[in-house]
Each structure stands twice: as structure tokens, then as C-alpha cells.
Nanobody, 117 residues
Framework: QVQLVESGGGLVQAGGSLRLSCVASGNIFGVNAMGWYRQAPWKQRELVANITKGGDTNYADSVKGRFTIAGDIAKNTVYLQMNNLKPEDTAVYYC???????????WGQGTQVTVSS
């Protein structure tokens, strides 16, 4: 069994910063990629950013220049540094991991990020 545990969410004022962390544990033979999605009320879940084991990164246009994803793949850990947060960033943020030999990605339980104006 594999578990993803997120931490670092919370309430912050617009313009502030938060850092999310996610650690994957369990039956893991290797990590192909890890990333973050978010889901705001009444909206579809959307990709925020992801990073491959090779270090390639991908960002949603709405967060480019403000968010930075980093990973310590050897430790099955991924971080999301979020700067200059905006109220529209308010959402539940989910960590996801694409693991070696797994036919589907794993998801964390989610962590709430609320940005007040």
C-alpha cells in the first residue's frame, strides 16, 4: 500500500506565501513523477505543477512566476513554494505521484489553502 501525506496548507493574506510538502511512503519501487493539483469549490480539479524524476517541470499558466515545484525524488518528497498568493488560488491542494510499476497515480487526501483579500 502507498500513502501520500500533504502538509503546509493554511490561511494567508493575498500577497503572502505558503510552502506545501508531500511525502510518499509504502511499497514504492521508484517514482516517475510527482505533482500538485487543486480543486476550488464548484470547479474541476486542475494541474498546478509537476516534476519528473529527471527534473523536468510543468506549470499551469495561472501560477507561472509565482509557484515553484521542487522534488527530492530519492526521498519520495515534493514541495510547492507558493508566493504572491491570490484569492483565486484558494482551493484544496492534492499531491499526486506516478510510481514505477503502478498502472495508476496515487493521490493524497488534500490540504486546504485559503487566501484572503
Amino acid at each position: 500500500q502507498v500513502q501520500l501525506v500533504e502538509s503546509g496548507g493554511g490561511l494567508v493574506q493575498a500577497g503572502g506565501s505558503l510552502r506545501l510538502s508531500c511525502v510518499a511512503s509504502g511499497n514504492i519501487f521508484g517514482v516517475n513523477a510527482m505533482g500538485w493539483y487543486r480543486q476550488a469549490p464548484w470547479k474541476q480539479r486542475e494541474l498546478v505543477a509537476n516534476i519528473t524524476k529527471g527534473g523536468d517541470t510543468n506549470y499551469a499558466d495561472s501560477v507561472k512566476g509565482r509557484f515553484t515545484i521542487a522534488g527530492d525524488i530519492a526521498k519520495n518528497t515534493v514541495y510547492l513554494q507558493m508566493n504572491n498568493l491570490k484569492p483565486e488560488d484558494t482551493a484544496v491542494y492534492y499531491c499526486t505521484a506516478d510510481l514505477l510499476y503502478s498502472p495508476y497515480p496515487y493521490w493524497g487526501q488534500g490540504t486546504q489553502v485559503t487566501v484572503s483579500s
